[in-house]
T-cell receptor
Framework: AQKVTQAQTEISVVEKEDVTLDCVYE???????LFWYKQPPSGELVFLIR??????QNEISGRYSWNFQKSTSSFNFTITASQVVDSAVYFC??????????FGPGTRLSVLP | DTGVSQDPRHKITKRGQNVTFRCDPI?????LYWYRQTLGQGPEFLTY????????KSRLLSDRFSAERPKGSFSTLEIQRTEQGDSAMYLC???????????FGSGTRLTVV
């Protein structure tokens, strides 16, 4: 069975604080992809990153960074110096063999001015 | 526009009525997926097509739901005899074989009153 857990339901931070969103996944497949999506109030899913299971290098993109650790089945997402525009629901998702996604329940991030 | 298009964006219907949604994928994508997202949850997989063949259906897809992709291009999702529990955002996505370029549409929000 495949499963994605995002233990943090809601997080509130003050602007300019750093925040880390946790993601833990379960799969028996050796080849898989992990994703993060942002869903603002308008509802569309905005792609943030894709990582395949053979690439454990951490990645940084501007204020965003991702920490992938196969040993703990985690793929955590950090926003540095958060901004009000970062307020949204963030989803971690697992995809194997390029087929359907299994999404986590999401973490609602509120960045207060 | 080269993204995934969904129509309509919003639909309000009375319980018991039938509704149909349309999805136009990215033109060169051979795979098309339908997901449902209820309030406060992550999207859940419903079904997917490779070209015109419907290859997988989730147990969430009750017999009141039917999806088609007659010419391997656009797809329709029909819900018959709608129930209040069908109220959700219905998301369409398309991709090439594999997870490359997996793109979500903006969704159709259904409200059953």
């Amino acid at each position: 069975a495949q499963k994605v857990t995002q233990a943090q339901t809601e997080i509130s931070v003050v602007e300019k604080e750093d925040v880390t969103l946790d993601c833990v996944y379960e799969t028996r497949d050796t080849t898989y992809y992990l994703f993060w999506y942002k869903q603002p109030p308008s509802g569309e899913l905005v792609f943030l990153i894709r990582r395949n299971s053979f690439d454990e290098q951490n990645e940084i993109s501007g204020r965003y960074s991702w920490n992938f650790q196969k040993s703990t089945s985690s793929f955590n997402f950090t926003i540095t110096a958060s901004q009000v525009v970062d307020s949204a629901v963030y989803f971690c998702a697992l995809n194997t063999y390029g087929q359907n996604f299994v999404f986590g329940p999401g973490t609602r991030l509120s960045v207060l001015p | 526009d080269t993204g995934v298009s969904q129509d309509p964006r919003h639909k309000i219907t009375k319980r018991g009525q039938n509704v149909t949604f349309r999805c136009d994928p990215i033109s060169e994508h051979n795979r098309l997926y339908w997901y449902r997202q209820t309030l406060g949850q992550g999207p859940e997989f419903l079904t997917y097509f490779q070209n015109e063949a419907q290859l997988e259906k989730s147990r969430l897809l009750s017999d009141r739901f039917s999806a088609e992709r007659p010419k391997g291009s656009f797809s329709t999702l029909e819900i018959q005899r709608t129930e209040q529990g069908d109220s959700a955002m219905y998301l369409c996505a398309s991709s090439l074989q594999g997870a490359e370029g997996y793109t979500f549409g903006s969704g159709t929000r259904l409200t059953v009153v």
